[in-house]
């Protein structure tokens, strides 16, 4: 896709599976072990993987367990209201 479109739902959907599944290799914990310290059910974390469809709530253990959490806040922090001229930065 051309890099100035917007990714699809679908596109974003599968960047973030790929990037958990990379992360837990990365920290070399498997599925199971995944599916035990973040209390996902393990049906529910190869679903993800494959497909990435996961509920928001499993989405985030699974993110508290793989350290990534705090890249969540980012979603619904407020946005500092950007100057519209120079002269609103004096």
């Known amino acids: 896709m ?8 679908s596109e974003i959907q599968d960047d973030i599976k ?4 990379a992360k837990r290799k990365a920290l070399k914990i ?21 497909s990435g469809q996961i509920s928001l709530k499993s989405l985030l253990k699974l993110a508290f ?11 619904y922090k407020e946005k500092e209201e950007m100057p519209k001229s120079i ?4």
């Open 87 to 90: 002269e609103d930065l004096l």
């Open 65 to 75: 367990v793989l350290e990534c959490l705090d890249e969540f806040e980012g979603i």
């Open 18 to 21: 790929a990037k958990f599944r």
């Open 30 to 50: 498997t599925q199971e072990a995944l599916s035990i310290k973040s209390g996902v059910n393990l049906g529910s974390l190869k679903r993800f993987e494959s």
């Open 2 to 9: 051309l890099s100035f479109l917007p990714k699809t739902t």
